[in-house]
């Protein structure tokens, strides 16, 4: 009798962890990850729990139900750092990290800092998983993720990430992508961040696809001192290509993104809110497509003192495109400094597999991130 009533209790449980997976497919680059598939969900207890089913070799889909909290899990440090961006209370200050302040920033004060060990380096994702958050539970605090050293199809969707030591520039990154392929990441927040919401690093990251999340820069504590965000997403690698569709980039002030190296970019149905200084950094070896994208509110859409890369951007739609990329291009909105008839972009994106494009609109800023499946 009570065996019967424990089999029935499991049959039940296993009927509504079927239930749980990804939502949806991957568009853009990284259309063909599948992250850990049709494994048999996992649901962490514990941070140590956490970094451990992130880490290992099995393919999982991991669920997060609540919040994990590193802020404390390594203890603090207190050093001495430097005030480069000036001395107010609504100033980020950097850490001495590799020496950062002592060799680029000899003349900046000195202050004493105080942060949390965790955040300065995120927890290792290995390949084949998905990370998914339940509704509006999954939150990781005080610490990021790392896709690195040839990490491979990883899944992430539905979750926040947040508060990495804001107050400190070198104090953490949400999303670190460095040496991997096949990587996307979807509907998750970031906010208040040390370092980078997102960057991908020197190495080739391949095929990464950015969808739908809200990258929100609101903080009390900003490189520009203003309450807006400066280190955003960075895009660097020798060989990436990044489709960054419908994200919701808000209250931001610089790097969103900044785009180098060797990198394609397609940016498209994107919508920014408020920037105080710029969104798009284009240097050498940034080829970049950007359509059906609105802005409202950027001081400057592109920064043209940088700007060394390949553009194509237009406020009309474009039927230059249709011969390359099978349709045409569609306008951007308040657009401004971000424009561009670079064929170099166009012939870049031949034969690749795009996405379709919508008209430019809002809609990210009631779509994106965590909760909005
Ligand atoms: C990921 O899954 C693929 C396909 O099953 C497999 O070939 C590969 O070895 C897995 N990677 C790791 C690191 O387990
Ligand atoms: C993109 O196009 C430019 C101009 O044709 C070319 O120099 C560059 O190598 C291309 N990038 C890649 C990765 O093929």
Not at 23 to 40: D, K, N, V
Not at 205 to 230: K, M, P, Q
Not at 302 to 311: D, T
Not at 360 to 365: C, E, G, L, N
Request: hydrophobic content about 30%; proline content about 2%.
């Amino acid at each position: 009798m009570k065996y019967a009533f424990v089999l029935t209790a499991i049959a039940a449980m296993a009927s509504k962890v079927a239930a749980v997976g990804v939502s949806g497919t991957p568009e853009g680059f990284a259309s063909s990850a599948t992250g850990g598939g049709s494994a048999t969900p996992v649901y962490p207890s514990s941070t140590d729990e956490l970094v451990s089913y992130l880490g290992d070799s099995e393919a999982r889909v991991i669920v997060l139900s609540k919040t994990f909290d590193f802020t404390d899990t390594e203890g603090t440090t207190t050093t001495t750092g430097c005030q480069p961006w000036g001395t107010g209370s609504g100033c980020q200050v950097a850490i001495n990290k590799d020496d950062w302040c002592t060799n680029y920033q000899p003349d900046a004060a000195t202050t004493s800092v105080t942060y949390n060990k965790a955040g300065e380096l995120g927890i290792t994702v290995g390949s084949n998983k998905s990370l998914i958050g339940e509704g509006s539970k999954g939150t990781i605090k005080g610490r990021g993720l790392r896709m690195v050293s040839g990490a491979k199809n990883i899944i992430i969707q539905n979750i926040a990430v947040t508060d990495i030591n804001p107050q400190y520039v070198w104090g953490g990154d949400a999303i670190t992508i460095n040496e991997a392929d096949l990587i996307w990441v979807d509907h998750v927040t970031t906010a208040r961040i040390g370092r980078q919401h997102y960057v991908l690093g020197t190495e080739a990251d391949n095929r990464v696809s950015l969808t739908n999340n809200y990258i929100n820069g609101e903080s009390d504590w900003s490189a520009t001192c203003d309450g807006h965000h400066y280190w955003n997403v960075y895009l660097d690698g020798s060989s990436d290509k990044v489709t960054f569709k419908g994200n919701y980039l808000y209250k931001t002030s610089g790097r969103a993104p900044k785009v180098q190296s060797n990198t394609y970019l397609h940016a498209v149905n994107n919508y920014w809110d408020e920037n105080s200084n710029h969104a798009f950094e284009i240097g050498s070896g940034g080829y970049v497509l950007a359509e059906g994208n609105y802005f409202s509110n950027v001081n400057e859409v592109l920064e043209s003192s940088s700007f060394e890369g390949a553009l194509f951007a237009a406020d009309s739609d474009s039927s230059t495109c249709s011969s390359s990329i099978g349709r045409s291009c569609v306008a951007n909105v308040n657009g401004g400094t971000l424009t561009g008839t670079s064929s170099d972009v166009l012939s870049n994106l031949s034969g690749e597999t795009l996405p379709d494009a919508d008209k430019a609109s809002t809609d990210p800023a009631g779509s994106a991130g965590q909760g909005n499946l």
